[in-house]
């Protein structure tokens, strides 16, 4: 057993950094089996002494958040955690690094993970991105909030976003309403994102001078888009012919985003998904990046990462059973 004392009185945002009754101190306890002491300006960890080293570096690495202005919680501490453990820890100063923008309330958007850092440099430095990981990676969000803050810096002039209307087979007319109540239902999330960065009223007001656009994938079809910042998402659901035909829209002055999850595939078992596809023919394509986001980059609550995990441990049974038949 060992001792290590780190000093605190020079620490800001101490409180942050310890979680509410030291609930992140407690999570690193039982995730390290080790002891921290809080006690007098010092915290003493108490343990086996590769433990300890890994302790350290988890509050090492909390603190650094803390020091960005970042408010800590059980979700974060989990990820230092699992940075640690995976020796990845010298990779810390690369979370949060960068500012995308600022929301409608004040809100800093940065990317949470290493993965979001790759995934939003990657938009940064190419004209076509491609994103492909489960739900609750921020694909969708960090490629709108990208989009808020080209449009913001004058660099492009549109916004466009679309998705597939594949749960109604693209054919809306038995729907009630007219044409855009019957897609709104699909395009709420890319509303969703728009209102929390832009504001209502602001959002409103450039819907209403054409700079925003959001529309089903079947509207794009003929178009040439100059100067816009285009996302397709739920790219998943998409044939190969309408995956090509969107790709084609790409005009002057303009960015690519393709968001999907390849393990939610809604066409019918005969239909090849457009983004499956568009991954193998891209691939070494220069200009072009294809971003693979994982369970370690899901920032919704944590059970959302145990739900994919446990959906991605069946169906990877399921292939090994039926390869063995």
């Known amino acids: 057993m060992g001792e290590k004392t780190i ?8 409180i942050n950094v310890f979680g509410s009754l030291d609930e992140n101190l407690k999570l690193i306890e039982s995730e390290l089996n080790v002891q921290v002491i809080d006690r007098n300006s010092e915290l003493r960890i108490c343990g086996d002494d590769e433990d300890i080293r890994r302790a350290e570096k988890v509050i090492d690495g909390l603190i650094v958040i803390a020091a960005k202005g970042e408010t800590i ?3 974060n501490v989990k990820y ?26 004040g809100k800093p958007i940065k990317p949470k993970t290493l993965g979001q850092t790759r995934y939003t440099e990657a938009i940064r430095n190419n004209t076509v991105t491609l994103s492909i990981g489960p739900a609750g990676t921020g694909k969708t969000f960090l490629a709108v909030a990208c989009a808020v803050a080209a449009f913001r810096a004058k660099s492009i002039s549109r916004i466009i976003l679309t998705r597939p209307a594949v749960e109604a087979g693209e054919r809306l007319g038995f729907l009630p309403g007219d044409m855009q109540s019957k897609v709104d239902p699909y395009l709420r999330p890319l509303y969703d994102a728009l209102f ?13 001078k054409g700079n925003i656009e959001i529309a089903p994938l079947a509207y794009m079809r003929g178009r040439t888009l100059d100067d816009s910042f285009i996302i397709l998402d739920e790219a998943q659901n998409t044939s190969r012919e309408q995956m090509k035909m969107f790709l084609t ?11 999907g999850d390849i393990t939610q595939i809604d066409l019918p078992p005969d239909k090849t998904s457009g983004l499956r596809d568009a991954m193998r023919i891209l691939d070494d394509v220069k200009d072009i990046a294809i971003c693979r986001l994982d369970t370690s980059d899901v920032v919704r609550h944590e059970l959302v990462s145990r739900i994919v995990e446990a959906y991605d441990k069946k169906s990877a049974k399921r292939q090994t059973a039926d390869k063995r038949k």
Request: aromatic content about 6%; hydrophobic content about 35%.
């Open 7 to 14: 000093s605190t009185d020079k620490l800001e945002n101490i």
């Open 73 to 75: 919680d059980t979700q």
């Open 196 to 208: 929390e960065l832009m504001g209502v009223e602001t959002y409103s007001k450039y819907l209403e």
């Open 80 to 105: 230092i955690l699992n940075l640690v453990k995976d020796g990845h820890e010298g990779k810390l100063n690369e979370i949060y690094r960068d500012l995308i923008c600022i929301t409608a309330k």
């Open 249 to 259: 829209r790409l005009g002057f002055g303009s960015k690519i985003v393709i968001t």
